[in-house]
């Protein structure tokens, strides 16, 4: 079980800057609940998908290529089924990302678009 942990841990490694940065949003959204809840609900979920994302793909992906012998895939096969974990982590990604583009603009009051280039 070591042996399948290592190269995740060491892939985790690489990856702190970003996840760090969504546990920051994360931390960020909880700050401005009472504020703005709705941009902050809009921002943990997103947060909180982009990091499950990051988290559960790396993992599938260094767990089924150390278990790919054990299941008897060929190389095409798990071609094939990493194709399809990184789709759909994917778009996991654009639905968190456009969470995140709401929270942004969600409620906002000002000036109309028209007149944000004059």
Same mark, same amino acid.
């Given at each position: &079980?070591?042996?399948?942990?290592?190269?995740? $841990?060491?892939?985790?490694?690489?990856?702190?800057?970003? $996840?760090?940065?969504? /546990?920051?949003?994360? +931390?960020?959204?909880? &700050?401005?609940?009472?504020?703005?809840? @709705?941009?902050?609900? +809009?921002?943990?979920?997103?947060?909180? $998908?982009?990091?499950?994302?990051? +988290? /559960? @793909?790396?993992?599938?992906? &260094?767990?089924?290529?150390?278990?790919?012998?054990?299941?008897?895939?060929?190389?095409?096969?798990?071609?094939?089924? &990493?194709?399809?974990?990184?789709?759909?982590?994917?778009?996991?990604?654009?639905?968190?990302?456009?969470?995140?583009?709401?929270? /942004?603009?969600?409620?906002?009051?000002?000036?109309?678009?028209?007149?944000?280039?004059?």
């Amino acid at each position: &079980m070591a042996r399948a942990f290592d190269p995740f $841990l060491w892939q985790l490694l690489s990856q702190t800057p970003v $996840l760090l940065a969504y /546990v920051a949003g994360m +931390l960020a959204a909880l &700050m401005f609940w009472q504020r703005c809840p @709705g941009s902050a609900r +809009l921002t943990f979920i997103g947060m909180a $998908l982009l990091l499950a994302a990051t +988290l /559960v @793909g790396s993992f599938l992906s &260094m767990y089924l290529l150390q278990a790919r012998d054990e299941f008897g895939w060929s190389i095409q096969e798990l071609g094939a089924i &990493m194709a399809v974990i990184t789709i759909i982590a994917n778009i996991i990604r654009a639905v968190a990302y456009g969470l995140v583009l709401a929270a /942004v603009f969600i409620n906002r009051k000002g000036n109309s678009p028209s007149s944000v280039f004059e």
